[in-house]
């Protein structure tokens, strides 16, 4: 079964790092682009980052900018969110997602990792 998992997420104290991981099972990754979505309590799905299949990276968040970064082993399969300097705000629930299109139909979700960023 082709699929995409997250994992990496957890409770972090204000001002920490996590890396997530996104790897990819079943299938190439190398030919996707692949993106990170957050969904806040409350708030709708919002894109922050994404890698081309190149390794081209687009910040859709001013929110994360200077803080998160995103990078990609093909090797492995794997995509990581690297997230610095986290705040409250940043809690929520991550995704990770594939497209060889555009972001208007990934080809594939991950199921989420939970960040929660409290004191």
């Known amino acids: 079964q082709s699929q995409l998992v997250e994992s990496g997420g957890g409770l972090v104290q204000p001002g920490g790092s996590l890396k997530l991981s996104c790897a990819a099972s079943?299938?190439?990754?190398?030919?996707?682009?692949v993106g990170w979505f957050r969904q806040a309590p409350g708030k709708e799905r919002e894109e922050i980052l994404c890698i081309s299949s190149s390794g081209y990276i687009k910040n859709y968040a001013d929110s994360v900018k200077d803080r998160f970064t995103i990078s990609r082993d093909n090797a492995k399969r794997t995509v990581h969110l690297h997230m610095n300097s986290l705040k409250p705000e940043d809690t929520g629930v991550y995704y990770c997602a594939a497209t060889r299109t555009d972001w208007s139909r990934p080809a594939y979700w991950g199921q989420g990792t939970q960040v929660t960023v409290s004191a």
């Open positions: 079943g299938f190439t990754l190398d030919a996707y682009a």
